[in-house]
Structure formats: structure tokens, C-alpha cells
């Protein structure tokens, strides 16, 4: 199976993690551009209950622009989606799409597209791994 999110599994409930979330993607630089409430609209449009989560759209502008230059087709993988979803009462997961995951979708990248995706890679994988530490 290919692996095509970067990932960490907090002991934390879902409602601080998400809120730790926000504050390590801003601490590296990203805005949160979208927010998808998983849970919420599938129960309103298909009346299911699933586990809370949430799909953060993630964007640094200046990677962003950097990557339109070089290829204005990588808007349709952009923002970095980053999934906060619960485990359970105290667990919950958070998973990034993989910038290197990016680069083997976009073919033709070149240096440009590398070094952005580089650069998301080296930001996300640390907002990870500061989740892991508080």
C-alpha cells in the first residue's frame, strides 16, 4: 500500500487536539484556508454518524506561489490537507497529505516543485512531531 499522508497518534481528545493543531500548522507558517467538518456534514447529508473530524486546508502563500509559478496545475492538489480525526475519548490521529506524494502526482516537477515540496514536507513533519511533544 502506498503511504500517502504523513501521520501521529496524540493521547489527547479530539477538541484540544484540534485546537493544537491550528496552533503548530501557524507556528510553521501555514493558515488554515478551509475547514470540512467530516462528522457534521455527513450527518446532514446522509444522516450517518461518524467519529469527529475535520479536514483543515492548509496553505504557506509563499510555497503556494512558488509552486504556481512553476506549474499553475498544482492548484488542483493545493491547500495541504491535514485530517484531525478521533480514536476515541482520549486518542485522536492527525494526518497530512505527503508533499512527496504531490511530487509523484505532478510528473514533470522539477527543481521548483521540489524544493516547495521539500520545504511543506520539512514544516508539516514538524508540526507533527511538536504535537507528539506537548
Request: glycine share 0%; hydrophobic share 50%; charged share 20%.
Given at each position: 500500500m502506498t503511504q500517502y499522508t504523513?501521520?501521529?497518534t496524540?493521547?489527547?481528545p479530539y477538541d484540544e487536539t484540534v485546537e493544537a493543531v491550528r496552533a503548530e500548522l501557524a507556528a510553521a507558517g501555514f493558515g488554515i484556508l478551509t475547514e470540512i467538518d467530516l462528522k457534521a456534514t455527513l450527518k446532514a447529508?446522509?444522516?450517518v454518524d461518524v467519529?469527529?473530524?475535520i479536514i483543515l486546508g492548509a496553505c504557506r502563500p509563499q510555497l503556494a506561489h512558488q509552486?504556481?509559478?512553476a506549474?499553475?496545475?498544482?492548484?488542483?492538489?493545493?491547500p495541504c490537507?491535514?485530517?484531525v480525526r478521533a480514536l476515541d475519548d482520549t486518542t485522536t490521529v492527525v494526518e497530512a497529505f505527503d508533499p512527496d506524494a504531490m511530487m509523484s502526482l505532478a510528473g514533470h516537477a522539477g527543481d521548483t516543485l521540489r524544493t516547495v515540496a521539500t520545504d511543506a514536507r520539512q514544516r508539516l513533519t514538524a508540526a507533527l512531531a511538536a504535537l507528539e511533544k506537548n
Open positions: 504523513l501521520e501521529t496524540v493521547p489527547r447529508k446522509l444522516d467519529a469527529p473530524q509552486a504556481l509559478q506549474d499553475p496545475s498544482i492548484a488542483a492538489l493545493l490537507n491535514v485530517v
